[in-house]
């Protein structure tokens, strides 16, 4: 149980489009999910937190008009990238945080999606 | 704040050698600490937790002991396979500081025949 799926796994845009990256719990709902970005041979930063139903919460430094969050169910959160740089190219990994007591407070992490951006 | 310290890789073993991977945290209370692994390519997979002082958890033969008296989560493996070359990172999160996981830098091992 517990899987977190993401689409597409990779993606290559050109420069100046959008680009959308699905991020979906697929056998629990998850009433939080976690937008990171991961660079080479570095750590997650986490970029965002989304809670269903509501706006998300940006961390300090990431750009909400680019970086748009929708978290229109239980199960769904997109991220798209607005008008794409190859300095949006990175690794975008998601996770998702269970509303079940036993999942409350791990989370459980899709596998990630690679933008590099023409 | 909160912070996690790993020490830096890359980590390279022959197989069958033991592992220890160095992890120590400051917190302003009292986290739960993780071990994420990342293989090449893929997203991060929990390898094991531990939620309160001296727990040890465990997965695949890998270890790690809540050590609150010198806020450490060190990871162990007796006998690491080629198949363990991959990322580790080690991280906390605080229930009530907004959930949010707090991650070490990672560090890479390469384990080789």
């Known amino acids: 149980g517990a899987v977190v799926s993401q689409h597409p796994s990779r993606v290559i845009c050109k420069s100046g489009t959008s680009v959308k990256i699905e991020c979906r719990s697929l056998?629990?709902?998850?009433?939080?999910m976690f937008w990171y970005r991961q660079f080479p041979k570095q750590s997650l930063m986490l970029m965002a937190t989304s809670n269903e139903g509501s706006k998300a919460t940006y961390e300090q430094g990431v750009e909400k008009d680019k970086f748009l969050i929708n978290h229109a169910s239980l199960t769904l959160s997109t991220l798209t990238v607005t008008s794409a740089h190859p300095e949006d190219s990175s690794f975008y990994i998601c996770?998702?945080?269970?509303?079940?007591?036993?999942?409350?407070?791990?989370?459980?992490f899709g596998p990630g999606t690679r933008l590099t951006v023409t | 704040g909160n912070s996690v310290t790993q020490m830096e890789g890359p980590v390279t073993l022959s197989e069958e050698a033991f592992l220890t991977i160095n992890c120590t945290y400051t917190?302003?209370?009292?986290?739960?600490l993780f071990w994420y692994v990342q293989y090449p390519g893929e997203g991060l997979q929990l390898l094991l937790k531990?939620?309160?002082?001296?727990d040890k958890g465990s997965n695949k033969g890998f270890e790690a002991t809540y050590r609150k008296e010198t806020t450490s989560f060190h990871l162990e493996k007796g006998s690491v396979q080629v198949s363990d070359s991959a990322v580790y990172f080690c991280a906390l999160i605080l229930t009530g500081g907004g959930n949010k996981l707090t991650f070490g830098t990672g560090t890479q091992l390469k384990v080789e025949l």
């Open positions: 917190a302003t209370g009292y986290p739960s």
């Open positions: 531990a939620t309160k002082a001296d």
């Open positions: 996770s998702a945080r269970g509303s079940d007591r036993g999942l409350l407070y791990e989370q459980y």
């Open positions: 056998d629990f709902q998850a009433t939080t």
